[in-house]
Nanobody
Framework: QVQLVESGGGLVQPGGSLRLSCAAS????????MGWYRQAPGKQRELVAA???????NYADSVKGRFIVSRDNAKNTVHLQMNSLEPEDTAAYYC?????????WGQGTQVTVSS
């Protein structure tokens, strides 16, 4: 059974940083596009950042210049470095892996930005 396990969420003050990690198992990790999504209460889930198997990246406009997505194929891990966090970044963050046939989700990790 495929597993995506997120870690690194928590409570941080505005302007602070967090680094999320997602460890994947039972997939051929290097073949997948890996994404980070978030969902705030009462809002739809939205794409935050993604990195393809060719290491191309894209970001939501709201996080450009603040967040960095990276992957380590040797460790089957994708990271999201989040800097200059704002209260509006508060949400549950989900790891996603997809290719032409499959689409997998992690259980999510909560990020709360508050003073």
């Amino acid at each position: 059974q495929v597993q995506l396990v997120e870690s690194g969420g928590g409570l941080v003050q505005p302007g602070g940083s967090l680094r999320l990690s997602c460890a994947a198992s039972r997939i051929t990790f290097s073949r997948y596009t890996m994404g980070w999504y978030r969902q705030a209460p009462g809002k739809q889930r939205e794409l935050v950042a993604a990195i393809t198997k060719a290491f191309s990246t894209n970001y939501a406009d709201s996080v450009k210049g603040r967040f960095i997505v990276s992957r380590d194929n040797a460790k089957n891990t994708v990271h999201l470095q989040m800097n200059s966090l704002e209260p509006e970044d508060t949400a549950a963050y989900y790891c996603n892996a997809f290719d032409s046939l499959n689409n997998y989700w992690g259980q999510g990790t909560q990020v709360t930005v508050s003073s």
